[in-house]
């Protein structure tokens, strides 16, 4: 089954304490992306990969870090996390890069960082 | 820049009458659009597209939109709703020139459908 999958799906953490959301997908998609979604505010994008080896930042990158080091494979890593990076996240992959293209979204981690 | 906005944070329609979410977005050129729903506790899942061809847009689960240029607008309609339609709905837009951040989100409406 197509799919974009995501681990883990619920996260609760301390602040600082250093941790990795891995999502992978099984579709040879080319663009990858993390999104975190806050009440009222719908999704914004955090960064996203074009292809391999390349990431850049979306709209909310501070505190974030990627890395495509696989097609399949885009984590997103917190390397001290705080309570305002507390809230629901989701990667999405699409065939290509393009404007028309369709995204896949993973179902989603619940992180709350006390 | 981009934006989308979505009219209502909350609908609440009854079973069986219909159904209208209200998306208006700004964006340079032509963009594409997108409707997404979310299910409780799950991911998104896409309803509808537009990527100006046809400007009345045909989505899954017997739901629509229609790109109105001159409105600036992307209304979601259903004619009859379901109680299976109760979620949240997002109104999504792509800009035709973009530097890979591919998609600005509207703020999101809460379907609720009462029997």
């Known amino acids: 089954e197509a799919q974009v999958t995501q681990n883990p799906r619920y996260l609760i953490t301390v602040t600082g304490k250093k941790l990795t959301v891995t999502c992978s997908q099984n579709?040879?998609?080319?663009?990858m992306s993390w999104y975190r979604q806050d009440p009222g505010l719908g999704l914004r994008q955090i960064y996203y990969?074009?292809?391999?080896?390349?990431?850049d930042k979306g709209d909310v990158p501070e505190g974030y870090k990627v890395s495509r080091k696989e097609k399949r494979n885009f984590p997103l890593i917190l390397e001290s996390p705080s309570p305002n990076q507390t809230s629901l996240y989701f990667c999405?992959?699409?065939?290509?890069?393009?404007?028309?293209?369709?995204?896949?979204f993973g179902p989603g981690t619940r992180l709350l960082v006390l | 820049a981009q934006s989308v906005t979505q009219l209502d944070s909350h609908v609440s329609v009854s079973e069986g009458t219909p159904v209208l979410l209200r998306c208006n977005y700004s964006?340079?050129?032509?963009?594409?659009l997108f409707w997404y729903v979310q299910h409780p506790n799950k991911g998104l899942q896409l309803l509808l597209k537009?990527?100006?061809?046809?400007?009345l847009v045909k989505g899954i689960n017997g739901f629509e939109a229609e790109f109105k240029k001159s409105e600036t607008s992307f209304h979601l309609t259903k004619p009859s709703a379901h109680m299976s339609d109760a979620a949240e709905y997002f109104c999504?837009?792509?800009?035709?020139?973009?530097?890979?951040?591919?998609?600005?989100f509207g703020g999101g409406t809460r379907l609720m459908v009462k029997p």
């Open positions: 537009y990527t100006s061809a046809a400007t």
């Open positions: 579709m040879n998609h080319e663009y």
């Open positions: 999504v837009v792509s800009p035709f020139l973009n530097a890979g951040n591919m998609l600005t």
């Open positions: 964006s340079s050129y032509s963009p594409s």
């Open positions: 999405a992959s699409s065939l290509y890069p393009q404007q028309s293209e369709t995204q896949y």
């Open positions: 990969s074009m292809n391999v080896e390349v990431t």
